[in-house]
């Protein structure tokens, strides 16, 4: 059974930064490529980063390009989203997700919600002006 966790949100004041944390379960993490998107309630889910399956390669929705970093850690099969320079409009539902096996970022970046393999619960980011 696939499990993705998320942790790390909260709620920040503009300007702040936050880090996310994604650990993944019940699957061979380092064949898969690994993204996060969020959610405003009414609103469609939103690409927010991808990285590749190989690590090599990230990709990043226009909104979060310069402030936002995505990583991984296959050997303790985590990826991360550093958020910096938060700004009230980052407020969201964060969902990480899992694409394999060798999911490119890019593909990963066009990905719809019913494309995507596994998706986590999601973490709550509050971002106050």
């Known amino acids: 059974q696939v499990q993705l966790v998320e942790s790390g949100g909260g709620l920040v004041q503009a300007g702040g930064s936050l880090r996310l944390s994604c650990a993944a379960s019940g699957l061979t993490f380092s064949r898969y490529g690994m993204g996060w998107f969020r959610q405003v309630p009414g609103n469609e889910r939103e690409f927010v980063a991808a990285i590749s399956w190989s690590g090599d390669r990230t990709n990043y929705g226009d909104s979060v390009k310069g402030r936002f970093t995505i990583s991984r850690d296959n050997a303790k099969n985590t990826v991360y989203l550093q958020m910096n320079s938060l700004k009230p409009e980052d407020t969201a539902v964060y969902y990480c997700?899992?694409?394999?096996?060798?999911?490119?970022?890019?593909?990963?970046?066009?990905?719809?919600?019913?494309?995507?393999?596994?998706w986590g619960q999601g973490t709550q980011v509050t971002v106050s002006s």
């Open positions: 997700a899992a694409d394999g096996p060798f999911t490119t970022a890019q593909a990963m970046s066009t990905m719809g919600r019913t494309s995507i393999d596994y």
